[in-house]
T-cell receptor
Framework: ETGVTQTPRHLVMGMTNKKSLKCEQH?????MYWYKQSAKKPLELMFV???????ENNSVPSRFSPECPNSSHLFLHLHTLQPEDSALYLC??????????????FGSGTRLTVV | DAKTTQPTSMDCAEGRAANLPCNHS???????VYWYRQIHSQGPQYIIH???NNETNEMASLIITEDRKSSTLILPHATLRDTAVYYC????????????????FGKGTKLSVIP
């Protein structure tokens, strides 16, 4: 366990479904991030939150909707996804925004398959 | 962030030292060298980082050349559980501003530890 917990670990959803991914950290970190890792592609930053306020949306389609109710929890709400959205979705946190001195801490990810 | 170059893959016998090289000839004076690894279907894991001096922790050692244009990650006694993709990243310790929070992982080195 890294201290960043993601649920579920695996998710299969139809294109008309609505589902949510959850990320939780109790490391006392103030910044949280959503990343997407598609097969054979580098990690892509999707969203950045600092003290539960969104600071960056990396041109992510509106079918992905993040929510950060507090500094410890981060959600990614999914609706009307496409098969090409199938990927490993990773949550990460850092002590403060952009602070990587001690490294970003990643969760184990949610493997999403859209059918 | 400065670009890095790593070999695509390496093999290492179990129990032997694994030496993973990284070239970063365009590194700036305020950029650190970070190493992460990603075990199959899990999130990246921070290993170690350094600026100029060699560093050691419970996981690995990091050797940075005097001109800082290259570095080597050393796993002193590789085990089967060290089989993973290892990423070398160079970046500032604290970034700020939109577009600066991405951790650019590149393709990394796939290390296979052989029994």
């Amino acid at each position: 366990e890294t201290g960043v917990t993601q649920t579920p670990r695996h998710l299969v959803m139809g294109m008309t479904n609505k589902k949510s991914l959850k990320c939780e950290q109790h490391l006392g970190h103030n910044a949280m991030y959503w990343y997407k890792q598609s097969a054979k592609k580098p990690l892509e930053l999707m969203f950045v939150y600092n003290f539960k306020e969104q600071t960056e949306n990396n041109s992510v389609p509106s079918r992905f909707s993040p929510e950060c109710p507090n500094s410890s929890h981060l959600f990614l709400h999914l609706h009307t996804l496409q098969p090409e959205d199938s990927a490993l979705y990773l949550c990460a946190s850092s002590q403060s925004l952009g602070e990587s001195y001690y490294g970003y801490t990643f969760g184990s990810g949610t493997r999403l398959t859209v059918v | 962030d400065a670009k890095t170059t790593q070999p695509t893959s390496m093999d290492c016998a179990e129990g032997r030292a694994a030496n993973l090289p990284c070239n970063h000839s365009t590194i700036s004076g305020n950029e650190y060298v970070y190493w992460y690894r990603q075990i199959h279907s899990q999130g990246p894991q921070y290993i170690i980082h350094g600026l100029k001096n060699n560093e050691t922790n419970e996981m690995a050692s990091l050797i940075i050349t005097e001109d800082r244009k290259s570095s080597t990650l050393i796993l002193p006694h590789a085990t089967l559980r060290d089989t993973a993709v290892y990423y070398c990243i160079v970046r500032v310790a604290r970034s700020s501003g939109a577009g600066s929070y991405q951790l650019t992982f590149g393709k990394g080195t796939k290390l296979s530890v052989i029994p």
